[in-house]
């Protein structure tokens, strides 16, 4: 869907790209609520590579954000 928003905005569709980038508002958001790598740390090991544990001073990932940002990952078809 990333892809088909950047053509979609590429090609001034500005209505298909909104539409894209509606459905990936909540996603978006969890991704840039927490310092990096947290939230790539989380969807790596979703996807089977590693911990998803950080060392200090970062701190790990709500459970519950993390729930939601893997329910996300997985509505958009992203594990693939």
Known sequence: EVSQ??????????????TYNRTMVILQEILFSMPSPIPTKVVLEHLGF??????LPLVDMPSDIAATL?????RLGTRR
Not at 5 to 18: F, K, M, V, Y
Not at 70 to 74: L, P, Y
């Open 5 to 18: 928003l950047c053509n979609a905005a590429l090609g001034s569709d500005r209505d298909t790209a909104r």
């Open 50 to 55: 590693g911990s998803a544990r950080v060392r």
């Open 70 to 74: 893997r329910h996300e990952f997985d």
